[in-house]
């Protein structure tokens, strides 16, 4: 099946301070990826639709401004959380999803902020 | 709108069967099972189309009725490996996204 690779898969930093989590298909060309946040013991909640060449589509409730999203080529989508706060701390993790087949996950992050 | 799962969790022994449901409130043209392992990413289980046949794999197999919105998976003689958490996750017609739904967390003791 297909590669999807996340980086990093766990990062703690200061309240205030930006993160970066890349995604990266490595297999194949991705024209859409996906981002979702858990939090524990909850569902995976779809925060945006990562569109290349194109802006982000953000599902209700979720902060364009402070989740920033950017799909440069057909292989890597990346998600940073800016001025990052403790509510902010979740486990984020990217797909792509294939028609009528599985979606294919990362390996997620594991966002702490302190 | 998020699906809802059901039941919540359940507990079995091994061997033992169980059905986990799924809900959604709008037309769909696919459903997806995974299972989630604490802290991994979710796991494929299978997917079915709107219009195609009962899914199988091994003992575990789904069904998916288009006219009620609704998917069911069912855990036949359950092993230990299949504990935790089972999410089905919904592909609305028109839409090309995935929603999760709300997790049924699955605990097989000895």
């Known amino acids: 099946g297909a590669v999807v690779s996340q980086h990093p898969s766990r990062v703690i930093c200061k309240s205030g301070t930006s993160v970066k989590i890349e995604c990266r298909s490595l297999d194949f060309q991705a024209t859409t990826m996906f981002w979702y946040r858990q939090f524990p013991k909850q569902s995976l909640m779809l925060m945006a639709t990562?569109?290349?060449?194109?802006?982000?589509?953000?599902e209700q409730g979720v902060e364009k401004d402070k989740f920033l999203i950017n799909h440069a080529s057909l292989t890597l989508s990346t998600l940073t959380v800016t001025s990052a706060h403790p509510e902010d701390s979740s486990f984020y993790i990217c797909?792509?999803?294939?028609?009528?087949?599985?979606?294919?996950f990362g390996q997620g992050t594991r966002l702490t902020v302190v | 709108q998020q699906p809802v799962q059901s039941p919540q969790a359940v507990i079995l022994r091994e061997g033992e069967d169980a059905v986990i449901n799924c809900s959604s409130s709008k037309a769909l043209y696919s459903v997806h099972w995974y299972r989630q392992k604490h802290g991994e990413a979710p796991v494929f289980l299978m997917i079915l189309l709107k219009g195609g046949e009962q899914m199988r794999h091994e003992k575990i197999s789904a069904s998916f009725n288009e006219k009620k919105q609704q998917s069911s998976l069912y855990l036949t003689a359950s092993q230990l490996s299949y504990s935790g958490t089972y999410f089905c996750g919904t592909e609305n017609t028109g839409f090309q996204k995935l929603v999760f739904g709300t997790g049924t967390r699955l605990l097989v003791s000895p």
């Open positions: 990562s569109n290349e060449g194109s802006k982000a589509t953000y």
């Open positions: 797909s792509a999803l294939v028609v009528d087949t599985e979606a294919f």
